[in-house]
């Protein structure tokens, strides 16, 4: 496994996969999820809604990872995951490395050689940025996924936090 940083727009970045924290209806929403249907039009939406219609009428459970077309966007597909919301008086962790391990999982299954992760739960899901990187980093590095996985941080903030949390594995 082959683990970069590359801070800025997930929806610009040359991968075959690009992982969306999305919410669960998986119709889109704001911060990463809304940019990615935004960047990728219609194409996305409509997956998604089939999406719903059929295998997950009661949506995406936290943790858990599917992919649709990416449509304009620069990659193939859009790995879809939902990350928990934080709480301080819950440890919600394994549910958090659960969406990474899941998001990997899919991109094996449709053959992405390379997969661009945000700070999954770290937007408005309120997690904080330095246990968010540590515990995506942690999780992506415990796998035998054999690809390419940029971390595509927003933000000086992010980008520290994701720096700091590649360099703790050594």
Not at 32 to 53: F, M
Request: aromatic share 6%; no cysteine; charged share 20%.
């Amino acid at each position: 496994m082959d683990i970069t940083i590359q801070p800025g727009d997930i929806t610009k970045i040359d991968a075959d996969a690009v992982v969306n924290a999305a919410n669960s209806t998986l119709l889109g929403g704001g911060g990463v999820d809304g940019a990615i249907h935004r960047a990728g039009g219609p194409q996305i939406l409509a997956e998604t809604k089939k999406l719903r219609e059929t295998a997950l009428p009661d949506g995406l459970p936290a943790g858990q990872a599917v992919a649709t077309t990416a449509g304009n966007l620069p990659a193939t597909w859009v790995i879809h995951t939902v990350g928990p919301v934080y709480s301080a008086s819950e440890d919600r962790s394994s549910i958090l490395a659960s969406a990474y391990r899941e998001s990997l999982e899919v991109a094996e299954e449709i053959g992405a050689r390379s997969v661009a992760f945000p700070a999954i739960s770290a937007g408005i899901y309120g997690w904080p940025m330095d246990d968010a990187a540590r515990i995506a980093v942690e999780t992506v590095a415990e796998s035998d996924a054999d690809m390419t996985v940029i971390f595509v941080p927003f933000g000086p903030e992010a980008t520290a936090a994701f720096e700091a949390a590649l360099a703790n594995l050594a």
